[in-house]
């Protein structure tokens, strides 16, 4: 009696993971066809430019914080010495990255910086720090 019983069961469970994995599409499959569906606003069609998102709200920059990315086979030590050359400093050297947060001293404007430390020995990149300020409630 009990056999009768446990029969229904297995047949039910056995039902459902065929139902569920019954596709001939992986799921990688499935993800890319979604990608690639003319329907998408996010893809333009074969020669169109992409389309123009609006600015981020709540993004701005930081008018005396820049990020400089540098090339680790050359070291940090010369972008450290033009740092110190400047008058910046050094507000956080990244460990994940190779880069450094370099604080412009007062009277020098972001642009000035960035071009002054966009020719230092070794650097690959300088930009302004970024920051988002969320919505006020």
């Known amino acids: 009696m009990t056999r009768s019983l446990i029969n229904p069961y297995i047949l039910f469970a056995a ?16 993800q890319l066809s979604r990608v690639d569906s003319f329907e998408s606003p996010d ?17 701005a920059y ?7 990315s540098f090339d ?32 412009i001293p007062d009277g020098k404007t972001a642009d000035e910086a960035m071009e002054y430390f966009a020719k230092v020995k070794g650097v690959i990149s300088v930009s302004q720090d970024r920051f988002y300020q969320p919505d006020e409630l």
């Open 15 to 30: 039902a459902i993971t065929v139902a569920s994995g019954c596709s001939t599409m992986s799921r990688t499959e499935k």
């Open 43 to 59: 893809i333009p069609a074969i020669g169109e430019l992409p389309p123009v998102r609006p600015q981020q709200a709540g993004l």
């Open 62 to 68: 930081s008018k005396n914080t820049l990020i400089i």
């Open 72 to 103: 680790e086979g050359i070291g940090k030590e010369p972008l450290k010495k033009a740092v110190r050359k400047y008058g910046a400093e050094v507000v956080y050297d990244y460990r994940i990255i190779s880069a450094l947060a370099v604080r």
